[in-house]
């Protein structure tokens, strides 16, 4: 398939939005049980939400630009019944509405106790919104996932773990922000955010190999003698049928040289995995902010490049009838 760029930057920018409120949630539980006794930063939960916004924005911003018709997006939320992009379109937005209330809620420190429980831990306003964003951003997580794996004719992305990627990508690159942010905040929760950025790089990590292992041992249900419907085997496609270019050889076909795939693939393992594990790791021993932001812009340089060749690496069964030929 041909990457869009305003789909690459749409899944990376809510991702790191996504990961980043996810880190904040965590962050105020791990402090609220009693698990770091420093105060937190003032503000801290108001301005990270407001930064987790902005990636939310910039996010939904870059989606028009996929757009033939600008002016008629709000079309895209009429087929929710039936409709993963549907269902994307409407979690997006309750999804930035919950992070302002939640960021709004900490500016103005309203924070009315709604529940105590029997360890005299309180249920307050702020945490309980905190919970429902976070469910709503797994939600989204989801929605977004789900407009690829639903696709069985494209047996790359019809799978579970096309899901669980977007969510396990997006939660690390978030909590590598948050890790940056909290230094610059001198927060305390700043060896926590780091733990689970590590964590969750590892873990995503794991589920990408998992798919690439997968993706490399498909067997196909199409095959040229299915698609012109000839069994016999040795079937050869000697033309396309036309000599100029068409939609269907721009879209459906990535471009670039068949190397270039396999070379991106070892540049985004490296760049969005490897190398920013080791950086956290280092940085963590050295409380370098420095270290934390530079862990960040690699990594999401590495997932732009992940998700290029997400889309790349994908073969719709309409390139049967329009194989490149000598």
Same mark, same amino acid.
């Given at each position: 398939?041909?990457?869009?760029?305003?789909?690459?930057?749409?899944?990376?920018?809510?991702?790191?939005? @996504?990961?980043?409120?996810?880190?904040?949630?965590?962050?105020?539980?791990? !402090?609220?049980? #009693?698990?770091?006794?420093?105060?937190?930063?003032?503000?801290?939960?108001?301005?990270?939400?407001?930064?987790?916004?902005?990636?939310?924005?910039?996010?939904?911003?870059? %989606?028009?630009?996929?757009?033939?018709?600008?002016?008629?997006?709000?079309?895209?939320?009429?087929?929710?019944?039936?409709? !993963?992009?549907?269902?994307?379109?409407?979690?997006?937005?309750?999804?930035?509405?919950?992070?302002?209330?939640?960021?709004?809620?900490? !500016?103005?420190?309203?924070?009315?106790?709604?529940?105590?429980?029997?360890?005299?831990?309180?249920?307050? =306003?702020?945490?309980?919104? /905190? $919970?429902?964003?976070?469910?709503?951003?797994?939600?989204?997580?989801?929605?977004?996932?789900?407009?690829?794996?639903?696709?069985?004719?494209?047996? @790359?992305?019809?799978?579970?773990?096309?899901?669980?990627?977007?969510?396990?990508?997006?939660?690390?690159? /978030?909590?590598?922000?948050?890790?940056? $942010?909290? #230094?610059?905040?001198?927060?305390?929760?700043?060896?926590?955010?780091?733990?689970?950025?590590? &964590?969750?790089?590892?873990?995503? =990590?794991?589920?990408? &190999?998992?798919? =690439?292992?997968?993706?490399?041992?498909?067997?196909?249900?199409?095959?040229?003698?299915?698609?012109?419907?000839?069994?016999?085997?040795?079937?050869?496609? &000697?033309?396309?049928?036309?000599?100029?270019?068409?939609?269907?050889?721009?879209?459906?076909?990535?471009?670039? %040289?068949?190397?270039?795939?396999?070379?991106?693939?070892?540049?985004?393992?490296?760049?969005?995995?490897?190398?920013?594990?080791?950086?956290?790791?280092?940085?963590?021993? @050295?409380?370098?902010?420095?270290?934390?932001?530079?862990?960040?812009?690699? @990594?999401?340089?590495?997932?732009?490049?992940?998700? !290029?060749?997400?889309?790349?690496?994908?073969?719709?069964?309409?390139?049967? $009838?329009?194989?490149?030929?000598?």
């Amino acid at each position: 398939m041909r990457p869009a760029f305003s789909v690459i930057f749409l899944t990376t920018l809510i991702g790191v939005g @996504q990961g980043l409120f996810l880190a904040l949630v965590a962050g105020q539980f791990y !402090w609220v049980i #009693g698990a770091t006794k420093v105060a937190e930063a003032e503000n801290f939960y108001a301005f990270g939400s407001l930064l987790a916004l902005v990636f939310l924005a910039a996010g939904l911003f870059a %989606s028009f630009f996929h757009l033939a018709h600008p002016e008629r997006a709000w079309r895209a939320a009429s087929q929710w019944r039936t409709s !993963w992009l549907s269902r994307e379109v409407i979690a997006l937005p309750a999804v930035m509405a919950i992070i302002t209330l939640y960021g709004g809620l900490h !500016w103005l420190e309203y924070r009315p106790v709604l529940m105590t429980f029997g360890n005299m831990k309180d249920l307050d =306003l702020t945490m309980a919104t /905190g $919970y429902l964003g976070a469910a709503l951003v797994m939600a989204l997580f989801i929605c977004t996932g789900m407009i690829y794996a639903c696709m069985k004719f494209i047996q @790359q992305w019809a799978s579970p773990l096309t899901v669980l990627n977007f969510s396990l990508m997006g939660s690390a690159s /978030g909590f590598a922000l948050a890790t940056a $942010y909290a #230094g610059f905040m001198e927060s305390p929760l700043i060896d926590f955010f780091a733990g689970g950025a590590i &964590l969750l790089a590892i873990a995503a =990590l794991l589920g990408r &190999l998992t798919s =690439l292992w997968r993706n490399k041992s498909i067997k196909f249900l199409s095959s040229l003698q299915s698609a012109v419907g000839m069994h016999h085997r040795n079937v050869r496609q &000697l033309t396309r049928g036309f000599t100029a270019s068409s939609f269907n050889l721009k879209e459906f076909f990535h471009p670039g %040289s068949p190397t270039l795939v396999p070379t991106l693939t070892r540049a985004y393992v490296l760049l969005a995995f490897v190398l920013p594990l080791m950086l956290m790791i280092f940085g963590w021993n @050295q409380g370098s902010m420095i270290l934390f932001s530079l862990t960040f812009l690699i @990594q999401y340089a590495g997932l732009l490049i992940e998700r !290029w060749v997400f889309f790349a690496e994908a073969s719709h069964p309409q390139n049967l $009838y329009y194989q490149k030929v000598a």
